[in-house]
């Protein structure tokens, strides 16, 4: 059970994650043909990061709220 503002809360930081992270591994596909030893660590990166981003959408799926709207 959660409150408004924590369902608030976790919403955004899905958007931030999943869309950063995935900007992370665009620019990290893009830097491939200038800096190898630059690429791989931000296309993991941000492969994680949006991983933990999608994670999130199943946890925030099972958060209910509580009390009155």
């Known amino acids: 059970m959660a409150s408004q ?12 994650l999943a ?4 900007l992370t591994f665009v620019l990290g596909l ?5 800096d ?3 690429a791989w660590p931000l296309m ?5 990061v949006a991983a933990v981003g999608f994670v999130l959408v199943y946890v ?3 958060m209910h709220l ?3 709207p």
Do not use: C, F, H
């Not at 893009?30 to 200038?34: E, P, Q």
């Open 5 to 16: 503002k924590t369902l608030d809360r976790v919403q955004n930081l899905i958007w931030i």
């Open 19 to 22: 869309y950063g992270g995935l």
């Open 30 to 34: 893009a830097a491939r043909g200038y």
């Open 36 to 38: 190898e030893s630059l």
């Open 44 to 48: 993991v990166i941000g492969l994680v």
């Open 60 to 62: 925030r799926s099972r």
């Open 66 to 68: 509580t009390g009155p």
